[in-house]
């Protein structure tokens, strides 16, 4: 693995109402083979899921594993601060339940010999080539074209870092993470939080699988909430008001003082815009506008 026998990972799984089985099976089994050592820890926020959770707590089977569970439901963010207290070793290897790595390999190519200085180290995320049923098109296709990005592209805004599949040094994570709210969206803090300090993030090309997609109506919910989030954000002087293709597109309305002028042209294709994001061939530039709309609305609330 680094070519290090004293060498230590901690694998930490957040999960809730998904079962990380097959996960957990596959990443014990590639490192068991590797000459160091290491705990996986899966971390229960409170499912509602009984059959899952039931399943799930076989895990405690594999040496050097554990199923533990919150006593309330703490949201993701909370969940994996806890993980990071649980963990004992100083390097940290987040993972959501619902991936899978690409490769057989996954774990050896963290190479942490070549990248034993670094501090962070991202793998990227990939989709299934299969395309998903209508229901879960809008997810797939933003995830594709957004999200699962080659090193070479990654390194043109190396702080842009998804934490389903992140290593990182526990003292690092610690002072970046700093907010432990139950919201949706705060990946872009713990990132601008990276670039503020100037933690150098190594990319490598070890993407991990998303494997669970939400319906269009739930993507829908969520990426609105993500936009609320930066809303908040902004508003607490914890995130630039020009970090965001979003935030950008809205200072140059502004400037151009077209907020009044674009609110009303897309208020008026809104419905159109919906059913668009339920069909077959979903339109992520529409999507945007849908989002910018949503962010002026918050930002004209607030200057009312």
Same mark, same amino acid.
């Given at each position: 693995? +680094? ?8 694998? $930490? ?9 097959? =996960? ?6 590639? +490192? ?11 971390? *229960?926020?409170?499912?509602?899921? $009984? ?9 405690? *089977?594999?040496?050097? +594993? ?17 993980? +990071? ?6 390097? $940290?290897?987040?993972? *959501? ?5 690409? /490769? ?5 190519? /963290?190479? $942490? ?8 180290? /991202? ?34 805004? !190396? ?47 070890? !993407? ?10 739930? /993507?829908?919910?969520? @990426? ?8 908040? =954000? ?10 965001? !293709? ?16 674009? @609110? ?14 339920? @069909? ?25």
């Amino acid at each position: 693995f +680094c070519g290090n026998i004293f060498f230590m990972l901690s694998i $930490l799984i957040p999960t809730y109402n998904y079962d990380i089985t097959n =996960l957990v099976e596959t990443i014990w089994q590639q +490192c068991k083979k590797e000459s160091f050592s290491f705990e996986i820890i899966v971390l *229960d926020d409170y499912s509602t899921n $009984l059959t899952i959770t039931k399943n799930n707590d076989d895990i405690k *089977d594999l040496e050097f +594993c554990k199923h533990i569970k919150n006593k309330k439901n703490m949201g993701r963010t909370a969940t994996r601060t806890l993980l +990071c207290k649980e963990a004992k070793y100083d390097w $940290l290897l987040f993972l *959501d339940a619902d991936v899978m790595p690409k /490769f057989n390999d996954f774990i050896q190519r /963290f190479n $942490l010999e070549d990248n034993n200085n670094s501090k962070v180290i /991202f793998g990227g995320i990939s989709y299934d080539y299969e395309i998903p049923n209508q229901e879960k098109l809008l997810r797939w296709e933003y995830g594709r074209k957004r999200e699962a990005k080659p090193v070479s592209k990654r390194l043109k805004e !190396p702080y842009f870092i998804i934490s389903q599949n992140l290593m990182i040094k526990k003292s690092v994570f610690i002072t970046s993470n700093t907010i432990d709210e139950s919201i949706y969206g705060l990946d872009i803090l713990f990132s601008n939080n990276l670039k503020k300090k100037k933690v150098t993030i190594i990319h490598i090309e070890n !993407p991990v699988f998303h494997l669970g997609l939400e319906t269009t109506t739930i /993507f829908i919910e969520k @990426s609105l909430e993500a936009v609320k989030t930066t809303f908040l =954000l902004e508003n607490k002087n914890l995130l630039e008001q020009d970090l965001r !293709p979003l935030q950008k597109s809205y200072l140059k309305l502004k400037k151009w003082n077209l907020i009044g002028f674009y @609110s009303f042209i897309v208020s008026k294709f809104l419905k159109k815009m919906k059913n668009n994001f339920h @069909s077959l061939k979903p339109n992520l530039f529409l999507f945007d506008l849908y989002r910018l709309h949503y962010y002026i609305q918050l930002k004209t609330e607030k200057n009312a």
